[in-house]
Structures are given as C-alpha cells and as structure tokens.
C-alpha cells in the first residue's frame, strides 16, 4: 500500500513540475504591448532619433537603419530576420524606408514602421501598398551610415 501511494506521490510531483514548467514557458510569450503582433521571444528594437547617415535631417533612412542596427545586435544568429524596405510609390508620391521582420514561428514577414514599431498598415493607413515594396537594399543603406 506504501508504494502505491509513494507511486501516487510521485506522479502529482511530476505532473506538478512539468505543469510549472510548460506554463512559464507559455508565459514568456505573452504579448507586453497590445499594439504588437510579434512574440515576445525576440528583441524589437526602439529606436531614438539621431542623424544616422550625415544628412542634416532625421528622417526614415535614420530610423530603418538604427532599427537594423540595434536589432542584428540584440538578436545575434537572427540578423536575417530583419531587412530594410524601400516602399516608392508613384500614385501618391511616397518615399519611405521601413523594415521587415520575419516572425520565428510562422516565418511571415511583418513590415514594421521603426518610429513606432506599429505595422505599416496601421502607421500608415491608405497611403502603404505593399505591391510598391522595393527589396534587397539593406546593404546599400547600411553603408550610407556615417557612424
């Protein structure tokens, strides 16, 4: 009867142990910021205005490229995950340079504003066609920066 219950015991302990486990591991991925639609697992930059490239100016050029920056040093492995995008848009003459950050779990890409870390859509309501998306710039704009 006493190893019956030690059995028991042992198995409450278990379960008890993987319970608290599994759930502060679920709990690491809860989204802090309501406005975000990325897991919590990696580290999303903010980013502070500052003249990255030399031109007088904070502008998008800056933000993008301090995004990129700061985040290929918070995610070492990752820098992959983050690019920087180029949206030229003739119908309504925008010109802006914003990121793209693939999602670890569904491996989507997600067009992220680096002023606001608010996805593209939101920040920028009718005026982003994503169609208008220029790719494979990111070495070109790092290499404008003066610092």
């Known amino acids: 009867m006493k190893s ?6 042992f198995w409450t302990v278990l379960w008890l142990i993987f319970f608290f486990i599994s759930s502060s591991v679920s709990g690491s991925f809860r989204n802090k910021n309501p406005m975000s639609i990325f897991p919590q697992d990696l580290n999303y930059p903010t980013v502070q205005s500052a003249d990255i490239n030399g031109d007088g100016k904070v502008n998008c050029i800056d933000y993008a490229v301090s995004y990129k920056l700061i985040w290929d040093q918070k995610n070492y492995g990752r820098e992959s995950f983050c690019e920087i995008v180029r949206n030229k848009n003739p119908n309504n003459n925008m010109h ?4 793209r950050v693939r999602n670890a779990y569904t491996l989507e890409w997600e067009y992220i504003e680096p002023q606001n870390g608010l996805p593209m859509e939101l920040a920028w309501s009718g005026l982003y066609y994503p169609a208008f998306n220029i790719f494979g710039e990111t070495d070109y704009w790092l290499k404008k920066r003066k610092f």
Do not use: A, E, I, T
């Not at 802006?96 to 990121?99: C, S």
């Open 96 to 99: 802006h340079l914003f990121v």
């Open 4 to 9: 019956r219950r030690k059995n028991n015991l």
